[in-house]
């Protein structure tokens, strides 16, 4: 075969001499605009999967890499006057240049053509070519050609950031936070050679101009950087290779996604994307490199696979764009939460946390990083971590002891401590007649206060017969509904746990079947009205809701003041107003559902109007001593719904008027929603809202790990967790875990001792023998 890299980075060179290898008689050549050695940019990490992996394909190319490596186990984060330093991350360095040296002459040690100095307008320039590899980097004119086919969704971020070298080397990968007048500037530093390191300046489109940086040249901006970043460099100077950039030599990070093919058949040959050209990753988790490099091992692969024929290509490159999606898919949004972390730093962190805590955000940025994988890397720094977050809770522990994870840490609201982070979210059971809590409830609820959770939530309690979604829902808007509550309280006070009333209605949501039956769907008879912000229905054919007048609006607040004075006298600890899911008050909250034309409809001020007159009337009778939380659905995963700003914006409304607690959860307002499922979905949410407005927060949402729970608390992305389908699957979900992380010092119920110490050996008799195979 004929076989053209067009672009001679990472990708087109390795995929070139990994071809020739493999099949000799094939004839490669890689073109380049750049003449040989001339490269942008410094040095690039990776990780010794990559190498392994690469090791694998050529142990010649793989050994020279690897006597050029820098190894370097340390992070260490420059910090408000701070050196934290923590060790075990493993990464290796390599410059640029040396790489690319490398590979070309490992390229031309096999016989692949090498073309310098020649710049490629497109494809149709090699008509004896059967394979062309689009490999020209960010920027492809051959994907641009074809950008039909492809479908490139080029996102420019917002951050600006210049990549910089320095003649010092650091012995590890630093990371260095400066506050100027303007804002916040950060350095990436790491060291890729004996005597150079990279350093990459980001900061924000804002601060840059406010600085005056976006119109500066070159020698300005490593001017600027070198005095800002003078203590971390102590006296060294930066320098820049990038003076051929024309305009700021500030740039905006491009992600790339290719929505549509990886390939395409121009009438003679077949084109295909790979590397930088087909997706990018982001330098916050450097791995550009690593993808262009497997990406060339994966195309090799499968024409060791299918056979290095030209009939075979089509098929080929169909099995290598299937295998690789999924892998730069995994990595783009591991990529996505750590470039978003350095995006939002100065305002959303670094203003607002203490060093400790910054820096256990940010080895956490890409979520991929857990509490229990910094325990695997380093033992004393995480426990000195978790020592220094269980003080800040008011916990004294023994120099000698080991220290409790954040999840079992206390947490204090107004007048209540709850013992533990862990919370039992609200869950419909739809077992209730007439609202009235009978021994189901007692039973479900009772369990899983005996089960460890710190705070345990009743199912959505209804104010009044029309406010339910089902008949089968709870209420509380008579004193028989009362009484029996009543029960339940009082016997999760026996326990040590807290109990949680959830007061909401349930709008244009209800009247419809219990959710075994047919959920969502409208009772076969007994319907009763339905009222939501504006007239309409949930399900396209469901009953239709009539738009709220303003004696509604007096009516259902007099319900909510009842019930949440019902709840006060009952002992419920903590009050939750449920504003989410789509029910009354979120349907108010959201544009989706609020088309009003009235002062309760339109902008943000309008909408929360309604739910924050419920709020403040509900704040006024609920004691001063007991917490408020709010639930919010911070995202409508839908086209023209609310979105976390819109979320943020009410968190801060709710805070204003009183709110002690924002409950992050989404979805469901509308039927048209495509909602982006994952370990940790909605934490995001809760984090904004947490560190941007300045309120505490319940993350909630496939949260099913103390590692999970642990990870979110120490690093500040909320202050509870709310967990409701483990908690059906296991009502001692928080005691099991404990165990599990090899925890002994969480009590138990007296009544269960005798199973607590049998059940911990289990665990550690299964844990010392091993995955069982
Ligand atoms: C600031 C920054 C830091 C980074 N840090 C890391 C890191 O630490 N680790 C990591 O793994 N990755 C890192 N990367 C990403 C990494 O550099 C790229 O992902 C990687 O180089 C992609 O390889 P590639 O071969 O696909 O493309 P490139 O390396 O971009 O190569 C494309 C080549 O094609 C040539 N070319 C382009 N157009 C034409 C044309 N029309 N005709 C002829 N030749 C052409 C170019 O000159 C270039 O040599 C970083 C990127 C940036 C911007
Ligand atoms: C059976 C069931 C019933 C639910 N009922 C309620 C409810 O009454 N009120 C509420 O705010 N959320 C309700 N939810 C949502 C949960 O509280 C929680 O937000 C959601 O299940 C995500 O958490 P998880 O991933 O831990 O299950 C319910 C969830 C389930 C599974």
Redesign the pocket.
């Known amino acids: 075969m004929r076989i053209v890299c067009?672009?001679?980075?990472?990708?087109?060179l390795y995929f070139g001499l990994l071809m020739k290898q493999a099949h000799p008689a094939h004839e490669v050549s890689v073109?380049?605009?750049?003449r040989p050695y001339d490269?942008f940019?410094w040095?690039?990490?990776?990780s010794d999967a990559t190498m392994d992996n690469m090791r694998a394909w050529d142990v010649k190319t793989a050994c020279e890499i690897e006597t050029a490596f820098n190894h370097w186990d340390d992070i260490e984060v420059w910090f408000k006057g701070r050196r934290m330093r923590t060790t075990g991350h493993g990464f290796v360095g390599i410059g640029?240049k040396r790489l690319l040296n490398i590979l070309q002459s490992r390229c031309e040690e096999l016989g692949v053509e090498l073309v310098f100095e020649?710049?490629?307008?497109s494809d149709l320039e090699f008509p004896d070519a059967e394979l062309i590899i689009a490999?020209?980097?960010?920027?492809?004119?051959l994907r641009n050609r074809y950008a039909a086919a492809f479908a490139p969704d080029v996102v420019p971020r917002p951050n600006r950031?210049i990549?910089l070298g320095t003649r010092k080397s650091y012995d590890a990968f630093t990371f260095d936070f400066r506050r100027t007048e303007h804002g916040w500037f950060q350095a990436h530093i790491y060291k890729f050679d004996a005597d150079t390191s990279?350093f990459?300046v980001e900061t924000t489109e804002q601060t840059l101009r406010a600085h005056g940086l976006h119109e500066a040249d070159a020698d300005t901006s490593v001017a600027f950087c070198e005095k800002l970043f003078a203590e971390v460099l102590e006296g060294a100077p930066l320098m820049t290779n990038a003076r051929h950039l024309r305009g700021s030599a500030w740039?905006n990070?491009q992600r790339l996604i290719c929505g549509r093919r990886w390939s395409h058949f121009n009438g003679r040959s077949h084109v295909v994307l790979?590397?930088?050209?087909a997706h990018?990753?982001h330098?916050a988790i450097?791995?550009?490199?690593?993808?262009?490099l497997e990406d060339a091992i994966e195309l090799t692969r499968q024409f060791d696979r299918f056979g290095h024929g030209a009939d075979q290509i089509p098929q080929v490159l169909a099995a290598y764009e299937e295998v690789r999606r999924v892998d730069v898919m995994r990595i783009q949004n591991a990529a996505r939460n750590a470039m978003e972390w350095f995006e939002v730093v100065g305002d959303r962190y670094a203003d607002t946390l203490e060093p400790e805590q910054f820096m256990y955000s940010l080895l956490t940025r890409s979520q991929r990083i857990s509490h229990e994988s910094l325990r695997k890397r380093d033992r004393a720094w995480l426990e000195g971590y978790e020592r220094w977050f269980a003080q800040r809770c008011g916990l004294n522990i023994d120099p000698a002891d080991r220290p409790v994870p954040p999840m079992f840490t206390p947490y204090r609201v107004r007048g209540v401590t709850l013992a533990n982070r862990i919370i039992m979210s609200p869950m419909a059971m739809y077992s209730a007649v007439d609202g009235v809590p009978n021994d189901f409830h007692l039973v479900h609820l009772g369990s899983r206060a005996l089960g460890g959770a710190g705070l345990v939530f009743g199912e959505m309690t209804c104010v009044s017969p029309d406010a339910r979604i089902t008949p089968g829902c709870l209420g509380l808007w008579n004193d028989q509904q009362a009484a029996a509550w009543r029960r339940i309280v009082d016997f999760i006070h026996t326990t040590a746990a807290k109990a949680g009333l959830q007061l909401g209605h349930a709008g244009r949501k209800g009247s419809t079947r219990l959710a075994w039956e047919g959920i969502d769907q409208a009772l076969p008879d007994g319907n009763w009205p339905l009222i939501s912000a504006s007239g309409d229905s949930y399900l396209p054919d469901g009953a239709l809701a009539r738009a709220m007048t303003r004696a509604d609006m007096e009516r259902v607040k007099a319900d909510f003041i009842a019930a949440t004075r019902r709840g006060a006298a009952i002992g419920f600890d903590v009050l939750e107003l449920h504003c989410a899911h789509g029910y009354l008050l979120s349907s108010f909250l959201s544009p989706l559902t609020n088309r009003r034309t009235d002062d309760y409809g339109g902008s943000h001020e309008n909408r929360a109007r309604f739910p924050l007159e419920v709020f403040a009337a509900m704040r006024a009778v609920w004691p001063d001593d007991r917490p408020m939380s709010v639930r919010l659905s911070c995202h409508d995963w839908t086209d023209g719904g609310n979105m976390p700003d819109d979320a943020a914006v009410f968190a801060r409304m709710f805070k204003e008027a009183g709110a002690d607690l924002v409950d992050c959860s989404s979805g469901q307002v509308s039927k048209e929603e495509r909602p982006v499922y994952g370990r940790l979905f909605q934490t995001p949410f809760s984090d904004k809202i947490r560190n941007e407005i300045g309120i505490a927060t319940i993350a909630v949402g496939a949260i099913s790990e103390a590692d999970h729970a642990n990870s979110i608390i120490a690093a500040g992305r909320a202050d509870l967790c709310a967990l409701a389908r483990p908690h059906l699957a296991d009502p001692a979900w928080t005691l099991h875990e404990a165990a599990k992380i090899g925890v002994k010092t969480i009590p138990w119920p007296k009544q269960y001792l005798s199973g607590k110490a049998q059940y911990e050996t289990n665990l550690e008799r299964a844990a010392a023998s091993g995955p069982q195979t």
Request: with cysteine.
């Open positions: 067009v672009g001679g980075g990472p990708a087109g073109i380049e605009r750049n490269t940019g040095g690039v990490v990776f640029r020649r710049e490629v307008d490999c020209d980097g960010i920027n492809s004119k950031y990549w990279t990459i740039l990070f790979m590397g930088d050209a990018t990753a330098f450097g791995s550009g490199t690593k993808l262009a």
